[in-house]
Nanobody
Framework: QVQLVESGGGLVQPGGSLRLSCAAS????????MGWYRQAPGKQRELVAT???????NFADSVKGRFAISRDNAKNTAYLQMNSLKQEDTAVYYC?????????WGQGTQVTVSS
């Protein structure tokens, strides 16, 4: 049974930071590309960042220079460090695990950026 469990969301003021975690079980974690996506109310889900099994990273233009993605294969966990948060970063953030022919999603964690 595959599970991706996100944590670390919450309410933060503009300019603040949050660190999201995605704990995976039931998959060979080190073989999967891990990604973070987000969905704001009334909008489509969009890519935030991905990290390959070799730790090659990719970011949406809107978060470049502010967000960092990392993984700890020993802990089967992926992270999203979010700095200099803006109100437009408010969304539900979803973790994704992807391998050729396979893909899994977490349940999402809410991030709200507001003063």
């Amino acid at each position: 049974q595959v599970q991706l469990v996100e944590s670390g969301g919450g309410l933060v003021q503009p300019g603040g930071s949050l660190r999201l975690s995605c704990a995976a079980s039931g998959i060979a974690f080190s073989a999967y590309s891990m990604g973070w996506y987000r969905q704001a109310p009334g909008k489509q889900r969009e890519l935030v960042a991905t990290i390959s099994p070799s730790s090659r990273t990719n970011f949406a233009d809107s978060v470049k220079g502010r967000f960092a993605i990392s993984r700890d294969n020993a802990k089967n966990t992926a992270y999203l460090q979010m700095n200099s948060l803006k109100q437009e970063d408010t969304a539900v953030y979803y973790c994704n695990a992807r391998l050729v022919g396979q893909g899994y999603w977490g349940q999402g964690t809410q991030v709200t950026v507001s003063s």
